[in-house]
């Protein structure tokens, strides 16, 4: 079985430019999620979807970050304008709805 | 709100040795408790999980206890491997276990096993 796929895996980027990182979660889940890993500290939740809604995106910073989830399927998190604070690793993850969490490898980005 | 606090690493033991990983949380409800892992190259893995107080996890040599009574839920391996070499980090969830739930994390603790 496929796991969850991200791309690009390394994005470098000067602050203010845009970056737009993709998932594409495990064939059937029904709930993704974009988590922030600063470096030295745990995963933090952006956002969860259940199928094309949004259940929590609460500490997802909105005047910079954007996410969208078209069709229940594959979601794109980006960021525009980049500041430096937002260099960090961006994980995906998926499951079944009340099931288990699959994450993806991460998109590390760094922002000069 | 919910947090999770790990011990500091790194941590760093010759093989077949005891390992301990503590790891506290608070929580204004009945958290379920999960400890994940990440090799190098790859994505984050659940290892363990329980669900209620003096539940134990276990898997591949890996034990955790959940103890209400310290908020705690430290990670044990009688006999640790090389292959064990990773980052930890200990993670809970409000209610009981569902994906949906919002996943709260500890910073992880990198762990080194050398021969």
């Known amino acids: 079985e496929a796991g969850v796929a991200q791309s690009p895996r390394y994005k470098i980027i000067e602050k203010r430019q845009s970056v737009a990182f993709w998932c594409n979660p495990i064939s059937g889940h029904a709930t993704l999620y974009w988590y922030q890993q600063i470096l030295g500290q745990g995963p933090k939740l952006l956002i969860q979807?259940?199928?094309?809604?949004?259940?929590?995106d609460s500490q997802l910073p909105k005047d910079r970050f954007s996410a969208e989830r078209l069709k229940g399927v594959d979601s794109t998190l980006k960021i525009q304008p980049a500041k430096l604070e937002d260099s960090a690793v961006y994980l995906c993850?998926?499951?079944?709805?009340?099931?288990?969490?699959?994450f993806g490898e991460g998109s590390r980005l760094t922002v000069l | 709100g919910d947090s999770v606090t790990q011990m500091e690493g790194p941590v760093t033991l010759s093989e077949e040795a005891f390992l301990t990983i503590n790891c506290t949380y608070t929580?204004?409800?009945?958290?379920?408790l999960f400890w994940y892992v990440q090799y190098p190259g790859e994505g984050l893995q659940l290892l363990l999980k329980a669900t209620k107080a003096d539940d134990k996890g276990s898997n591949k040599g890996f034990e955790a206890t959940y103890r209400k009574e310290t908020t705690s839920f430290h990670l044990e391996k009688g006999s640790v491997q090389v292959s064990d070499s990773a980052v930890y980090f200990c993670?809970?969830?409000?209610?009981?276990?569902?994906?949906?739930?919002?996943?709260?994390f500890g910073q992880g603790t990198r762990l080194t096993i050398n021969p």
């Open positions: 929580a204004t409800g009945y958290p379920s």
């Open positions: 993670a809970l969830s409000d209610g009981a276990f569902q994906g949906a739930q919002k996943l709260v």
């Open positions: 979807f259940q199928n094309n809604g949004v259940v929590d």
């Open positions: 993850a998926s499951s079944l709805v009340g099931g288990e969490l699959f």
